[in-house]
Nanobody, 124 residues
Framework: QVQLVESGGGLVQVGGSLRLLCALSGRTFSSYAMGWFRQAPGKEREFVAAISKSGGSTYYADSVKGRFTVSRDSAMTEVSLQMNSLKPEDTAVYYC?????????????????WGQGTQVTVSS
């Protein structure tokens, strides 16, 4: 059974940075593509970023492109989301997800396992 644990959320001012981490345990890390999604109050969960099993391909939502960077560390069996130039609209609970395929990573249906989420709050 795959377990995902996120960390690194918190309160930051506009223009600041945060780095989210998601540790995977229970299965082979390289067997899973990894994604980040977020959900703001009163809104649906939305795609943020994803990285393929090999790390060779990355995908971003238009709203975060150029500001966020997703990467994976096979030695640490974790994926990170570096968030720079944060805006109030980035405030949300951020979820890490793992899926067995490299296809359709912008959609939540591609993922089999989800973390509990970590809160990110950007204050103006």
């Amino acid at each position: 059974q795959v377990q995902l644990v996120e960390s690194g959320g918190g309160l930051v001012q506009v223009g600041g940075s945060l780095r989210l981490l998601c540790a995977l345990s229970g299965r082979t890390f390289s067997s899973y593509a990894m994604g980040w999604f977020r959900q703001a109050p009163g809104k649906e969960r939305e795609f943020v970023a994803a990285i393929s099993k090999s790390g060779g391909s990355t995908y971003y939502a238009d709203s975060v492109k150029g500001r966020f960077t997703v990467s994976r560390d096979s030695a640490m069996t974790e994926v990170s989301l570096q968030m720079n130039s944060l805006k109030p609209e980035d405030t949300a609970v951020y979820y890490c997800a793992a899926g067995g395929s490299d296809y359709g990573l912008r959609g939540s249906a591609a993922y089999d396992y989800w973390g509990q989420g970590t809160q990110v709050t950007v204050s103006s």
